[in-house]
């Protein structure tokens, strides 16, 4: 079996005889360290939910005769069915927050929304965004963190939110491909993020993006779609805005100098990609940011 992280702990044996006061939760999360090179994920008998915490990471993936590669952003979440290892290569230490799903749940789901008898099966998958997935994976962050006082009621209620929603999404899904030349080869796409995050403030532009990658800048703007799921200056200006916040949250510079250091025109161009991107939740960091 793959190595597992330390903190990704075995079952106790109680739980797996199915003990009734020990079994294991319809659903659970733990914050998990990705280590670079080569990781086999560890195989569980629960579908298993990896969002990734943190800083864009390029990763490859592969589970079967399927490979994919690509750049995994903070939110993102892959699926590893249970059962199943998939096989990653990681660019550079990375963090997940695992969401495990029992399957009775799915199966429970499945029929509860009329599907066929393998309508409860997912397929693997990486590099999905769903702002509902997010959200209950942030709550039951919060409850771990907060010692689980909604009990297990409350994450019984999100586990069968989170089943719904994820079948909903498997039958939208499209099936998986192994053709990966229409995408950044991962030390190329590297090199783009290395070089977006030390220019960051700078009036950066799509041709000395597809320079740092060595393609065309028409060439260059369908591969880096492709590879990271969103167009160059849209990925840009994420990573300002996620820059942005962290300042913000520091305290230590007026909203000026923040927008200055992250490449934003002024700052009231800033406030508003903040509160496109980050919500109502930005609200708190702009009242005590300082003044402009």
């Not at 399927?66 to 290569?89: D, K, M, N, Y």
């Not at 080869?185 to 070089?195: E, F, G, I, S």
């Not at 942005?244 to 927008?259: C, D, F, K, P, V």
Request: net charge positive; charged share 20%; aromatic share 6%.
């Amino acid at each position: 079996m793959p190595h597992r992280p330390a903190c990704y702990p075995e079952p106790s044996p109680a739980a797996m005889a199915g003990d009734a006061h020990s079994r294991l939760p319809s659903l659970d999360t733990l914050v998990s360290p990705v280590p670079e090179g080569v990781f086999p994920s560890p195989v569980d008998d629960r579908h298993v939910l990896c969002l990734h915490l943190g800083e864009p990471v390029p990763v490859s993936y592969r589970w079967d005769n399927h490979e994919r590669q690509g750049v995994r952003l903070h939110g993102q979440f892959c699926v590893v069915p249970a059962g199943a290892s998939t096989r990653w290569i990681v660019s550079r230490p990375a963090t997940s927050l695992l969401l495990r799903l029992a399957p009775a749940m799915l199966r429970d789901a499945a029929e509860a929304m009329g599907m066929n008898a393998r309508g409860d099966v997912l397929a693997p998958a990486i590099h999905i965004r769903d702002a509902q997935v997010e959200r209950i994976g942030w709550m039951m962050r919060a409850e771990a963190r907060d010692g689980h006082p909604g009990g297990r009621l409350f994450a019984d209620s999100l586990a069968s939110a989170l089943a719904a929603r994820l079948l909903a999404l498997e039958s939208r899904r499209p099936a998986p491909t192994t053709d990966s030349r229409n995408a950044l080869p991962a030390w190329r796409l590297r090199q783009v993020l290395d070089y977006i995050e030390a220019h960051l403030g700078e009036n950066l532009t799509l041709a000395e993006l597809a320079a740092t990658a060595g393609f065309s800048v028409s060439h260059f703007k369908s591969l880096f779609k492709r590879t990271v799921g969103m167009p160059a200056h849209q990925f840009v200006l994420r990573r300002r805005v996620a820059r942005a916040q962290a300042h913000l949250r520091e305290g230590r510079m007026s909203r000026t100098q923040i927008a200055l250091e992250t490449g934003f025109a002024h700052p009231s161009h800033m406030v508003r990609c903040l509160r496109r991107f980050a919500g109502e939740a930005i609200g708190d960091d702009l009242e005590t940011s300082g003044n402009a």
